[in-house]
């Protein structure tokens, strides 16, 4: 178990080191396009997609799911922010991955067209959601020189 534990450790040390006014705008910046594309879909869920079997509960929990993780990105402590961007990345690809299936081939019955209400919108948030909490979960927030300064001067244990 101390091997994983290691192993992991020397993974998140070698993740880029970032100022952290870069990571709070990425935070900003990520935790708008997660609320975003949940307010679209709790959009297009009431207007008429409650109706569609299946479509309609996923949209419904796509909005639930965005909402919450842009307040956890928001709000995550430093050591959790990498899992929960991540998690919004992922929520981000799957659902742009899912609209992509809509479009081509259809999901569960239902099929997707470019003219579609907030087609276009929906993929521009979706991957620029993607990239942003991607980047911002590859990213290893740097303590502020107060904070640094902090642990210089408090006496040990």
């Known amino acids: 178990m101390t091997r994983f534990i290691d ?12 100022a952290p006014p870069v990571v709070l705008v990425l935070r900003i910046l990520g935790a708008a396009l997660l609320a975003t594309m949940g307010g679209i879909h709790l959009y297009l869920w009431s207007v008429g997609f409650e109706n569609i079997t299946v479509i309609g509960p996923a949209f419904m929990l796509n909005a639930i799911a965005g909402l919450v ?15 929960v961007a991540a998690a919004g ?14 479009l081509t081939v259809g999901l569960f019955g239902y099929h997707e067209s470019t003219g579609a209400t907030l087609f276009w ?20 927030p740097r303590e502020s020189l107060v904070a640094r300064a902090r642990e210089f001067v408090r006496p040990p244990g």
């Not at 192993?7 to 970032?18: E, G, N």
């Not at 993780?69 to 899992?83: D, S, Y």
């Not at 919108?121 to 290893?140: C, S």
Request: net charge positive.
């Open 89 to 102: 990345a992922l929520l981000q690809l799957g659902t742009f991955l899912a609209l992509m299936l809509a």
């Open 121 to 140: 919108p929906t993929v521009i948030v979706e991957v620029l959601g993607t990239v942003v909490l991607a980047i911002l979960a590859g990213v290893q």
């Open 7 to 18: 192993s992991m450790t020397r993974f998140a040390d070698r993740r880029p080191v970032v």
């Open 69 to 83: 993780l842009a307040i956890g990105v928001l709000l995550a402590p430093r050591r959790l922010l990498g899992w």
